[in-house]
């Protein structure tokens, strides 16, 4: 991981400004609660321990990783806590990172059935569809892509017959 990537964490603590997040890194992160999109010292995010964030990976070399939901102008850009009743799962952080690269498989599925998902260059993907189905399909689409080397349509194929079966 890099500082500038952008990956999904998992809020461990949460003491009076900060998170304290996993990011599946070898250490802890932390998440000022300053920085996300709008917050001040009267308005601050409604998180909690297990909500997900996505935001942008701030790593110095002295000190703990620092995560940030907001760009160089203070928006959130698609950054923040992920809404409830997400899948989230690991992949192997090269597939992770194939996937943020080149998304034709996720726009073609998108196509087919209307979802969201955010994926993290640490490995983790969070999903939310109309249906736990619609989940565990992209998540058997995205964990056989990982394992085989199946083109779009094979893997479309198998998108399809997961929701039916």
């Not at 997040?21 to 609660?33: F, K, P, R, T």
């Not at 955010?118 to 999903?127: F, P």
Request: charge should be neutral; proline fraction near 3%.
């Amino acid at each position: 991981l890099t500082s500038g990537d952008l990956v999904l964490a998992i809020i461990v603590r949460r003491p009076r400004v900060s998170l304290v997040v996993d990011i599946g890194y070898n250490e802890l992160a932390s998440l000022s609660l300053y920085d996300f999109e709008g917050s001040t010292k009267r308005t601050k995010p409604n998180v909690d321990r297990g909500d997900v964030i996505y935001g942008r990976l701030k790593i110095d070399r002295e000190c703990q990783p620092q995560i940030t939901c907001v760009n160089e102008d203070g928006k959130a850009d698609g950054m923040g806590v992920l809404h409830e009743n997400g899948y989230l799962f690991d992949i192997p952080i090269e597939i992770a990172n194939n996937l943020i690269d080149q998304d034709n498989l996720l726009k073609e599925l998108g196509n087919e059935i209307p979802y969201e998902i955010a994926i993290g260059a640490n490995g983790r993907v969070w999903i939310k569809a109309a249906t736990t189905r619609t989940m565990i399909a992209l998540r058997k689409v995205l964990l056989e892509r990982a394992k085989n080397k199946m083109d779009i349509n094979q893997l479309k194929t198998l998108f399809a017959q997961s929701l039916v079966s």
